[in-house]
């Protein structure tokens, strides 16, 4: 158990949906990142937030959002969902130093 | 995109044999880690070696890191088959930018 939490596991939607993954990192971590895996494109850093603010943009599409809440938990939100968006997408969290990250289990997004 | 290349792409093994992974990156890196990944899980992080280190070893694990050629392998010794799972490289690059993942080699190790 790598200590960070993501939900929902699961999630099947209809594409022109909206949704929300929720991310609670490990205890005491303040940098959160969001990770999208899919088969075609591999494992893409989408964003990364420390503490609050956002740190680094990565291959995030414009259509999606995320923040870092005062509790330092973190939530990644999908809008205008297209086929191709579904993958599995991974939170993962690390100290200050960020060198070395903690993966969550993932949510799978299946959207119909 | 991916800064990270491993090589195979996939490799099948029996058990108790060796395996090897190769990854290349682009660009100056603090440090190179390795990560392994179950079918549909989480990433977990395997060992971490800094730009400033040859070798490393961690138990049945060996990484190498070549700065000039930008490159670095991943040995497993005496495999098992619960060594099964994909590997992934990740580099983080100068400046501590996120770090980038390859593509991951699929391991198949074979009782």
């Known amino acids: 158990d790598s200590g960070v939490t993501q939900t929902p596991k699961h999630l099947i939607t209809a594409t022109g949906q909206r949704v929300t993954l929720r991310c609670s990192p490990r205890s005491g971590d303040l940098s959160v990142y969001w990770y999208q895996q899919s088969l075609d494109q591999g494992l893409q850093f989408l964003i990364q937030?420390?503490?609050?603010?956002?740190?680094a943009k990565g291959n995030i599409l414009e259509r999606f959002s995320a923040q870092q809440f005062p509790d330092l938990h973190s939530e990644l939100n999908l809008s205008s969902l297209e086929l191709g968006d579904s993958a599995l997408y991974f939170c993962a969290s690390s100290t200050t130093s960020g060198n070395t990250i903690y993966f969550g289990e993932g949510s799978w997004l299946t959207v119909v | 995109s991916q800064q990270g290349e491993e090589d195979p792409q996939a490799l099948s093994i029996q058990e108790g044999e060796n395996a090897t992974m190769n990854c290349s990156y682009k660009t100056s890196i603090n440090n190179l880690q390795w990560y392994r990944q179950n079918s549909g899980r989480g990433l977990v992080h395997l060992i971490l070696i800094r730009s400033n280190e040859r070798e490393k070893h961690s138990g049945r694990l060996r990484v190498t890191l070549d700065t000039s050629k930008k490159s670095s392998s991943l040995l497993i010794t005496a495999s098992r088959a619960a060594d099964t799972a994909s590997y992934f490289c990740?580099?983080?690059?100068?400046?501590?930018?996120?770090?980038?993942f390859g593509k991951g080699t699929r391991l198949s190790v074979i009782a």
């Open positions: 990740a580099s983080l690059p100068a400046g501590n930018t996120p770090l980038v």
């Open positions: 937030y420390y503490n609050g603010e956002e740190r």
